[in-house]
């Protein structure tokens, strides 16, 4: 998956942590593409499932400081998508298996449609795009 500016809502440090999210998806889709073990495509989804955990709080956080007008429904959105990814996991260590295509498929719209669709409203809210 490409970073691409379209992505970037106008805050620094929530356009660096979905930057990071990137990064780990594209660090996953590799560990799955070149064959890797079990173990480390489990690790690297829990990477992956701490960090958006990590990243949710801190825009959060951002959303109330800046007095976010759509927080709690922005808050509900984070935790169906923490569950979503988090189900991800568990199904992953009950041995169930994604392909690379579906699990890419699936991480890359949901990265992508939530911070186009969600949090380019913030940027907005603060006159920043």
Known sequence: MEWKSIYEIGIKKVDSEHQMLVELINKLEKAMSNGNSNKVIGNVLKDLVDY????FK??????????????????GLHKDLVNDVARILIDFKNGKTWTAEELSGFLHMWLVDHILEEDRK??????VI
């Open 52 to 55: 958006v955990k990590i990243h």
């Open 58 to 75: 801190s825009e959060e956080e951002v959303m109330k400081k800046i007095g976010y007008p759509d927080l709690k429904r922005h808050h």
């Open 122 to 127: 913030i940027g907005v809210f603060l006159g």
